[in-house]
């Protein structure tokens, strides 16, 4: 693994040695990725026997990624636990970011992430890093996930990965790669094949991603494949989640996951958007095909970024838009300025 530098893990290591208390942080609306990659970290850790160690997250997860967490490992939720979870990042000595770019992932957390005293390191796969506020950055692009850079870094230490980190390890990088569909490189099937022989049961960890939705949901990817699709002659395609359909479908977190990617499978759709409402904001999720930029996209025009492929944002009501009635105007804008 050329991205990973033996001083960078000579310099890990001792970073690591010289912390009582460890904060290892994942973004917001964590996805498999930040959970399995946490999860393991934390897991490995406390292994090794930092026993202050906990994983903390600006929200909770959807319930269909909840069995990625370790009855081992202790969570702190700050939409939940917001005392407990900001006492705890107060005296933390190391802080590790995975499967983030920069703080500003972390929203409620942020401000106490950046003011904090403690050494910071981060292991992430976006695009542009921001290192500037990093001891130590492990951050590569040419990765299918943060999990998988992870599982590099650990097998500098060891041969073979204890079953449980490597569970939560598989789990990351396939939902990341949308169960190998992209962002697949030599090494991650190498990590997998690695992970099969150790023990990890890949089997069992597809019936609990992939077939263990709620009725709703199905019927949810129906009705919007039907009546919320809108296609334009510049080859974009959007679906505009409103809270009608959310609340319609009893729609929880997690549940729209996929739903963005199936425009794609159509020929002509170069570029996909589903915008799912909130209280202030529409929720951006953005995928392309190779020679279309789903990151630039995302950075023009809804304050956010990501992947070259797969990107998000957000696109504010009162700010972007006076009202969330015109989201199909501006998306439809966006798109065909974009595609020209
Ligand atoms: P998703 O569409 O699955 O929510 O996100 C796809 C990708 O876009 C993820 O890799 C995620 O990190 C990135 N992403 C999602 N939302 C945002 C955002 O608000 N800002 C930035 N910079 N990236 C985002
Ligand atoms: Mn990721």
Not at 30 to 54: C, R, V, Y
Not at 197 to 216: C, F, M, P, T
Not at 219 to 227: D, S
Not at 237 to 245: C, D, Q, S
């Amino acid at each position: 693994m050329d991205f990973i530098h033996q001083e960078s893990i000579l310099s890990f290591k001792e970073l690591v040695q010289n912390a009582a208390r460890v904060a290892v942080v994942g973004h917001t609306h964590p996805d498999g990725d930040a959970l399995g990659a946490t999860t393991a970290m934390a897991l490995h850790l406390l292994s090794i026997g930092k026993k202050e160690t906990a994983c903390l997250f600006p929200d909770s997860p959807g319930e269909n990624l909840q069995f990625i967490l370790s009855p081992d490992v202790p969570y702190l939720f700050h939409d939940r636990e917001a005392e407990k979870t900001e006492a705890f990042l107060r005296g933390a000595d190391l802080i590790i970011l995975l499967d983030a770019n920069a703080f500003n992932r972390t929203e409620d957390l942020e401000p106490l992430l950046e003011a904090s005293a403690g050494k910071k390191v981060l292991m992430d796969h976006h695009l542009n890093p921001d290192r500037d506020a990093f001891d130590l950055a492990f951050s590569t692009p040419d990765i299918s996930s943060a999990s998988e850079l992870l599982y590099w870094v650990l097998r500098t230490f060891s041969d073979s990965l204890p079953v449980p980190i490597g569970e939560a390890l598989m789990a990351g990088m396939t939902t990341d790669t949308n169960n190998f569909a992209n962002s697949v490189y030599p090494s991650t099937f190498r990590m997998a094949s690695e992970l099969m022989a150790s023990g990890v049961d890949r089997d069992a960890l597809l019936q609990k991603i992939y077939n263990n939705y709620r009725e709703n949901r199905v019927r949810l990817m129906g009705y919007m494949q039907n009546e919320g699709l809108r296609l334009l002659p510049s080859g974009g395609a959007y679906m505009i989640l409103t809270r009608e359909i959310q609340q319609r479908f009893d729609l929880r977190e997690g549940e729209s996951e996929g739903l963005v990617n199936i425009p794609l499978t159509i020929g002509q759709v170069r570029l996909s958007i589903l915008l799912k409402e909130t209280e202030d904001h529409f929720r951006v999720s953005i995928r392309s095909k190779k020679g279309t930029s789903a990151q630039e996209l995302a950075r023009r025009f809804f304050h956010g970024g990501g992947h070259e492929n797969a990107s998000g944002g957000k696109l504010f009501i009162g700010r972007d838009i006076a009202s969330a009635r015109e989201a199909d105007g501006y998306v439809e804008n966006a798109l065909n300025t974009f595609l020209k």
